[in-house]
């Protein structure tokens, strides 16, 4: 709940948080609103709430300083809140199915999941939604290297299971990886020196080549293009080069994902002349609109040669797609008016990270809640057959 406008608001309600060690410290108060409490107009009653982190600096629950509770209906008289020994505890473990924390049993590897069975598949997406929120709430370096370790792990016991659901989570667990890694880089001040960040990228571009080893065309491109992207983000520009070099060899017949890399192998150029100084953010921003102008022109020029082929197969029409609003706070609906069965809308990140992904398993409109976003730029791509239809630009102020 820490590190929102204010971590609790109550209109009508009662604050139950004794022992609960929570972590309410929050950019204005822990607690704003009214409770239901006895009350005398004037005379501040007493709230127990032991265990609960209040603002940054660990104070104590202070009216007017970190919270502003009043008693429902009390003239607004303040709630006297009392904690004695502000604490809280950050939990990021994932609890896997057969652990059983008040037994003091344990949890056991990650070996131990069973994932076949309709039990199976609500462990896993239990699992995943544990990761999820955990991710929500890390906040420091090394909880961001063991959330990637495990995220990993888990990634790994699931991967290459023939279930739909199995299918589904690994893309969800592969998304999420990656906000990790996002987050990590923004918590270390974007250090690319930082040895725990440099140790995690390594991790997942190992995760990466393992789940290339079995992966269809379009799997196989999207991993070795994100180790490409992993490399740029910590500035490793020969190497990211280097490997979309590669790629590009592998992507016979890709005309679509061949012309993508290309634009990458564009930017990256550019970038590695600015980072070295040799050109101007001036000339830099000039080199990216050509990037830009040349990859738009290679998809009209496959557009129209797809057009004039007569033995082509009829293209997708994109669906129309709305976000409302966008702006927005990182919270926003996708409403997508005439899907195909296996379609799928994913976002991506300004580092090409997926923080997003849904496939529908039906046709017909669509609406999708995302949220959680950080505050940013991000791409809206619709696929079909693993194929880009239409893309969107998202702005999270």
């Known amino acids: 709940m820490s590190n929102n406008v204010n971590a609790i608001r109550l209109d009508y309600g009662y604050l139950l948080a004794d022992n609960g060690y929570n972590n309410l410290a929050s950019n204005n108060y822990a607690v704003i609103g009214e409770t239901v409490i006895r009350c005398n107009p004037g005379t501040p009653p007493d709230l127990g709430a032991e265990h609960n982190r209040w603002d940054s600096n660990n104070n104590y629950p202070n009216y007017f300083q970190n919270h502003i509770l009043q008693a429902?209906?009390?003239n607004q008289t303040p709630v006297n809140i009392i904690d004695t020994d502000p604490d809280d505890i950050f939990c990021y473990h994932i609890i896997f199915k057969g652990g059983d924390l008040d037994s003091g049993a344990d949890s056991g590897s990650n070996n131990d999941i069973l994932l076949s069975g309709e039990s199976s598949d609500e462990s896993l997406s239990v699992q995943v939604d544990n990761l999820e929120l955990s991710m929500q709430s890390v906040n420091t370096a090394t909880a961001c290297q063991q959330l990637i370790s495990e995220s990993i792990t888990l990634m790994e016991n699931v991967y290459g299971i023939e279930t739909a659901q199995a299918n589904y989570q690994s893309k969800r667990i592969w998304s999420n990886i990656h906000n990790i890694i996002d987050k990590h880089y923004?918590?270390?001040?974007?250090e690319n020196e930082n040895l725990g960040f440099n140790q995690s990228v390594d991790q997942v571009m190992q995760l990466n080549e393992q789940l290339m080893l079995d992966a269809g065309a379009i799997a196989f491109y999207e991993y070795a293009l994100d180790n490409a992207l992993l490399e740029r983000l910590r500035e490793n520009f020969n190497e990211a080069l280097l490997l979309l070099d590669n790629l590009i060899l592998e992507l016979e017949g890709m005309d679509k994902e061949i012309a993508y890399v290309n634009r990458w192998i564009c930017h990256i150029e550019a970038e590695s002349e600015a980072a070295l100084r040799n050109i101007t953010p001036e000339e830099f921003m000039d080199a990216v609109a050509i990037c830009n102008a040349d990859y738009e022109n290679s998809l009209e020029s496959l557009s129209d040669n797809l057009g004039t082929d007569e033995s082509a197969e009829e293209t997708s029409t994109a669906p129309e797609i709305h976000i409302v609003p966008?702006?927005?706070?990182g919270n926003f609906t996708l409403e997508i008016s005439a899907c195909t069965e296996g379609s799928s809308v994913r976002i991506?990140?300004?580092?090409?990270?997926?923080?997003?992904?849904?496939?529908?398993?039906?046709?017909?409109a669509q609406t999708v809640q995302v949220s959680g976003l950080s505050q940013g730029h991000y791409t809206l791509y619709y696929l079909e057959n693993e194929t880009v239809i239409s893309s969107k630009n998202i702005v999270v102020e």
């Open 72 to 74: 429902y209906n009390c």
């Open 326 to 329: 966008n702006p927005n706070n």
């Open 186 to 190: 923004e918590i270390i001040g974007r």
């Open 348 to 364: 991506s990140n300004v580092y090409a990270q997926p923080v997003f992904t849904q496939t529908f398993t039906e046709s017909g």
